[in-house]
């Protein structure tokens, strides 16, 4: 279904992947993905990333955020499979994603916007949860009379944002003190610049 917000197209599909596949596909990239728990610059500081995190995509991509600079681990068979079942739905043929592992209600995704220089303009970005359900929250960036969107993302379902959602709206994974098991997420991208290597 769409989702209706001001200068922002975006779309969630509660059950994209059934419950039974979901913990098939939670349980093997557990154990089958090189998780790393990353170390960011906030404010001059340096600080542990509140998740694990991987990087996959096509051969020779690079992905930098907040002074990480990622070079692409090459696509295993399972996340092949669901690429090809996202680019359907999302009618774009992605070159890469992002994983974050949420070990626990502790983990977490600060407000920020998708808008990295090799995403290009109006990036489409689609996001795929298995495992416990978390809240994902976007706000207006200069409309502060918006008022936020909460969404919650079930295992199975996918969150597709396209259009002008990265240029006026942030969104984030909170914390939350509720005793809730690990959630695994894909967020699958498109590099422009397949050129684009580490320096």
């Not at 939670?26 to 993905?33: G, R």
């Amino acid at each position: 279904m769409n989702i209706p917000l001001p200068d922002a197209v975006v779309s969630f599909v509660h059950d994209f992947i059934s419950h039974d596949e979901s913990i098939k596909y939670l349980e093997a990239l557990s154990t089958e993905v090189a998780w790393k728990q990353n170390q960011i610059k906030m404010f001059g500081k340096v600080y542990n990333e509140p998740r694990l995190t991987a990087w996959y995509g096509d051969q020779g991509l690079s992905y930098k955020y907040s002074g990480i600079q990622l070079l692409s681990t090459a696509w295993s068979d399972l996340l092949n499979e669901l690429k090809s079942k996202v680019n359907a739905a999302a009618s774009t043929e992605f070159n890469s994603a992002l994983l974050n592992y949420y070990r626990d209600g502790q983990d977490s995704m600060g407000y920020h916007q998708d808008n990295e220089p090799e995403l290009g303009q109006n990036p489409v970005i689609a996001s795929l949860t298995f495992g416990a359900a978390r809240t994902f929250q976007l706000k207006h960036i200069t409309d502060k009379t918006i008022k936020r969107k909460d969404i919650l993302l079930n295992s199975g379902s996918l969150l597709i944002m396209a259009g002008t959602t990265q240029h006026y709206w942030k969104h984030q994974i909170p914390k939350t003190k509720k005793p809730i098991g690990p959630r695994l997420n894909i967020t699958f991208r498109v590099i422009k610049d397949v050129d684009n290597r580490p320096q």
